[in-house]
């Protein structure tokens, strides 16, 4: 008895490799049952930063770097058919090998149909004061049963101060349309991105002394953002040499603020930090630990170039503004806004100098799930 057991926890481990060290458990316990004819449909899932095959050029240490807080730790796929019937809602966990990309998920589903994919990663996210992240209970949905895509589809994120950030793991969804043909598999590559804007601040002191760090704040936030990506247009390139597609960015969002309403000035304040002082040695500088916040999609009328944002800090007991930034007229989810700023002895006001990135370039083949 005690071999057989053995061999049964090897065997399980061994299962467990193959489908890519993740644990998964299907929440459907009644499979959907027709005449149709059924195929297998493979999915693959990304960031837009973690395509096996992605094909970009590193933009530098801030801008790449990726913990496994902004990776997935938990996926949920749910398959939903033309007439809104749940197919499937699996759900892979990740916490012991966080990724950035999965594949392949395999499922058995009607063929000759277009489903809606519901892609949903870090689930079980939630604030210091005890709410989840995406407030809903995605094991509710039930295989057979009704998909409630109006409930979905408005559903919300939301911050209720002016300190919360936006808590690690990162939320993640994304929602496709795909064609599966009627009597042969179907294989898709399909991406997910994070529900937040990620802030890295880099201060640089070229003064002789240190100098004391108080507050930071920058401005105009959306206190809401949808829980699914809300009329996303991606900037997109297509490459002749081997015709395919590379999503390079979010050129186009809808936020659930409207006319510009309930947006604020987000606040982080420190205690004892303060920015080195530049010597023969080196010069002096602090990396601030990266800010999580909602998207946000300003529209600030007063000014004819559309500029929408500013930061400013607070150093000892003086505050310094930076007018609206130059290239950063919109905030979409999956953005990393990289700023340095460099700070002296006689500051007036902050120099800013600001690059805005997405995560991630992510090359699309033909047969990409869009």
């Not at 064609?179 to 991406?191: T, W, Y």
């Not at 040695?281 to 559309?306: F, M, Q, V």
Request: charged share 20%; aromatic share 10%; proline share 4%.
């Amino acid at each position: 008895m005690l071999s057989q057991s053995k061999y049964r926890i090897v065997a399980l481990l061994l299962s467990l490799v193959l489908c890519g060290c993740s644990i998964y458990s299907d929440t459907e316990e009644t499979p959907v049952v027709g005449a149709e004819s059924k195929v297998q449909l493979n999915i693959g899932v990304s960031l837009t930063d973690g395509a096996p095959f992605i094909g970009m050029q590193s933009r530098g240490e801030l801008a790449d770097a990726v913990g496994d807080g902004e990776k997935m730790q938990t996926l949920r796929i749910i398959i939903v058919r033309p007439d809104g019937t749940v197919e499937h809602n699996r759900y892979y966990d990740f916490h012991q090998a966080p990724t950035t990309y999965f594949a392949t998920a395999k499922f058995e589903v009607v063929g000759g149909e277009t489903k809606r994919v519901y892609l949903f990663a870090n689930e079980h996210t939630t604030f210091a004061t005890g709410h989840k992240v995406a407030n809903y209970d995605f094991t509710s949905i039930k295989a057979g049963k009704a998909f409630p895509a109006e409930e979905i589809n408005a559903a919300l994120i939301e911050v209720n101060d002016s300190t919360t950030e936006i808590p690690l793991p990162l939320f993640m969804s994304e929602s496709h349309s795909v064609e599966v043909p009627a009597n042969e598999d179907k294989s898709v590559e399909l991406i997910i991105v994070r529900a937040a804007v990620k802030f890295t601040f880099r201060l640089i002191n070229n003064s002789a002394e240190p100098l004391s760090l108080s507050k930071l704040t920058i401005s105009k936030l959306a206190r809401k953002e949808y829980l699914l990506p809300n009329g996303v247009v991606y900037d997109t390139e297509l490459s002749e040499e081997d015709n395919t597609t590379s999503i390079t960015y979010i050129k186009e969002y809808k936020v659930p603020m409207v006319n510009n309403n309930d947006h604020y000035i987000y606040e982080k304040l420190f205690s004892g930090q303060s920015v080195p002082a530049t010597t023969t040695t080196g010069r002096g500088e602090l990396l601030l630990a990266p800010i999580y916040l909602l998207e946000s999609n300003y529209d600030d009328e007063a000014t004819s170039n559309k500029l929408n944002y500013n930061i400013s800090l607070t150093i000892g007991d003086e505050t310094y503004e930076k007018g609206y930034f130059d290239n950063l007229d919109a905030l979409p989810r999956n953005t990393h806004v990289v700023v340095d700023v460099q700070l002296n002895s006689e500051l007036k006001e902050l120099d800013c100098s600001v690059r805005v990135y997405p995560y991630g370039e992510y090359w699309l083949y033909p047969e990409f799930g869009q």
